[in-house]
């Protein structure tokens, strides 16, 4: 997978300016501002709501998908593993298209699946342990 420089904006790296919105939804507004943030400026927050717009997927998967192996719980503004929830909204097609991300993405569900089994057990012996 090629490397993308994070000190540049997506507008920068594909080579794309938009104008100024002509609906103004704040919504709309806010994808408008990130397109012109550096992505390594860009917060949880932000991902979720461009991938959850489907905004510049191939350059924003990669590096979510990488904060999502280390923690599949990591958030945005609404719910406790809402980034992740944004990235399994993406449609089967584009998966389907980038067989290497999909990979990724398998990766951060098992290491969900396990955090989530070892917790289980935890769980499961302090109810079951007298008081």
């Known amino acids: 997978m090629q490397q993308v420089d994070i000190t540049k904006t997506l507008e920068d790296l594909e080579n794309e300016k938009w104008d ?37 997927l191939n350059l924003l998967l990669p590096l979510v998908l990488e904060k999502l192996v280390e923690n599949p719980l ?32 398998d990766e951060v569900i098992r290491t969900y699946e396990e955090a989530r089994k070892t917790l289980e057990g935890y769980i499961n012996k302090y109810r079951s342990d007298p008081f």
């Open 20 to 56: 100024k919105p002509n609906f103004a939804s704040r919504l709309v507004l806010r994808a408008n501002e990130l397109r012109k943030k550096p992505l390594c400026e860009l917060n949880n927050e932000d991902l979720r709501l461009l991938i959850g717009q489907q905004m510049s």
């Open 74 to 105: 990591r958030s945005g503004d609404l719910y406790l593993g809402d980034l992740f929830c944004s990235v399994l909204k993406v449609g089967k097609k584009y998966w389907e298209e980038h067989r290497e991300l999909k990979n990724e993405l």
